[in-house]
T-cell receptor, first 114, second 115 residues
Framework: AQSVTQLGSHVSVSEGALVLLRCNYSSSVPPYLFWYVQYPNQGLQLLLKYTTGATLVKGINGFEAEFKKSETSFHLTKPSAHMSDAAEYFCAVSDQGGRRALTFGSGTRLQVQP | GAGVSQSPSNKVTEKGKDVELRCDPI?????LYWYRQSLGQGLEFLIYFQGNSAPDKSGLPSDRFSAERTGGSVSTLTIQRTQQEDSAVYLCASSPYGAQSTEAFFGQGTRLTVV
């Protein structure tokens, strides 16, 4: 069974500050890991994904995440927050075989203060 | 269109009525997923279709929920005898699948309100 834990249901940062959204996963098989973003009244948009290879993954809008197997973590970062980054962020895991359905974390709502 | 299309975008129904939610995946995508997003439950997997294989229904919460996928393309999620706890946003996603295809593309969702 797989699971995802996102620490902090709400995170507030100032514009220009570092963004750090935490994600820890549990998986009995090598995982695929994803970060999705959801803007109000919209569907989910993929920010970035880790499948194999390089453990530091760069995504859209300046976000990146690092897969750390020893820590079972996949934290999302962005050096400098913009107002437009305010949204809900979901970390997700799927297995490498089978149906590859996503197991999501509970989400982190990011607020960016001017 | 180029993306996953879901209809209706909003649906209000009376308790006990049946509803049908439609998903039109990206052309050529063989994998299709339904998820439910509700307060307190987060995002839950409901059902998975892959090509012509039997669907994986392991996430359906009760026998009031069913889904079909016709011709390997459009999918319909049906909820019979709706209950208030069925109120949620129902999201559909599709994926090209395959060894290098790991990403699911989501539609905008259908917001279902049961009154």
């Amino acid at each position: 069974a797989q699971s995802v834990t996102q620490l902090g249901s709400h995170v507030s940062v100032s514009e220009g500050a570092l963004v750090l959204l935490r994600c820890n996963y549990s998986s009995s098989v090598p995982p695929y890991l994803f970060w999705y973003v959801q803007y109000p009244n919209q569907g989910l948009q993929l920010l970035l994904k880790y499948t194999t290879g390089a453990t530091l993954v760069k995504g859209i809008n300046g976000f990146e995440a690092e897969f750390k197997k020893s820590e079972t973590s996949f934290h999302l970062t962005k050096p400098s927050a913009h107002m437009s980054d305010a949204a809900e962020y979901f970390c997700a895991v799927s297995d490498q075989g089978g149906r590859r359905a996503l197991t999501f974390g509970s989400g982190t709502r990011l607020q960016v203060q001017p | 269109g180029a993306g996953v299309s879901q209809s209706p975008s909003n649906k209000v129904t009376e308790k006990g009525k049946d509803v049908e939610l439609r998903c039109d995946p990206i052309s050529g995508h063989t994998a299709l997923y339904w998820y439910r997003q509700s307060l307190g439950q987060g995002l839950e997997f409901l059902i998975y279709f892959q090509g012509n294989s039997a669907p994986d229904k392991s996430g359906l919460p009760s026998d009031r929920f069913s889904a079909e996928r016709t011709g390997g393309s459009v999918s319909t999620l049906t909820i019979q005898r709706t209950q208030q706890e069925d109120s949620a946003v129902y999201l559909c996603a599709s994926s090209p699948y395959g060894a290098q295809s790991t990403e699911a593309f989501f539609g905008q969702g259908t917001r279902l309100t049961v009154v």
